[in-house]
C-alpha cells in the first residue's frame, strides 16, 4: 500500500512557476514509476508526466515539454514537478500516481491556478 500526498499547488500570474511535491508513504516508494496527472474542470484526466523508478528516464506530454520538469528524490521518498511559464491553459487539479502492471495509487490532488 502506498499513501500519496500532494502539496505546492496555488494561483499564480501567467508566467510565474510553481513546484508540486508529491510525499509517499511506506519503503517502497523507489520501487515505483511515478506520473503526475491533471484534471481540468468538465474535461478527462490527462498525463504529465512520467518518470521511471531511479529517476533516469522521463517523459512529457507535448504541451509542456521545455517548460515542466519531473523529478524524485527516493531517499525523501518524494516526486516533483517544476513547472515553469505557467499559463492558463495548465490550470487543473494536479495528481500523482504511483503505478505498475497491478495496481495504480493517486492523491488527493493538489489545486493549479493560473490568472491571465
Known amino acids: 500500500q502506498v499513501q500519496l500526498v500532494e502539496s505546492g499547488g496555488g494561483l499564480v500570474q501567467a508566467g510565474e512557476s510553481l513546484r508540486l511535491s508529491c510525499v509517499g508513504s511506506?519503503?517502497?516508494?523507489?520501487?515505483?514509476?511515478m506520473r503526475w496527472f491533471r484534471q481540468a474542470p468538465g474535461k478527462e484526466r490527462e498525463f504529465v508526466a512520467r518518470i521511471n523508478q531511479s529517476g533516469g528516464s522521463t517523459s512529457y506530454r507535448d504541451s509542456v515539454k521545455g517548460r515542466f520538469t519531473i523529478s524524485r528524490d527516493n531517499a525523501k521518498n518524494t516526486v516533483y514537478l517544476q513547472m515553469n511559464s505557467l499559463s492558463p491553459e495548465d490550470t487543473a487539479m494536479y495528481y500523482c500516481?504511483?503505478?505498475?502492471?497491478?495496481?495504480?495509487?493517486w492523491g488527493q490532488g493538489t489545486q493549479v491556478t493560473v490568472s491571465s
Open positions: 500516481n504511483a503505478y505498475n502492471a497491478a495496481t495504480n495509487y
Open positions: 511506506g519503503r517502497t516508494f523507489s520501487g515505483y514509476p
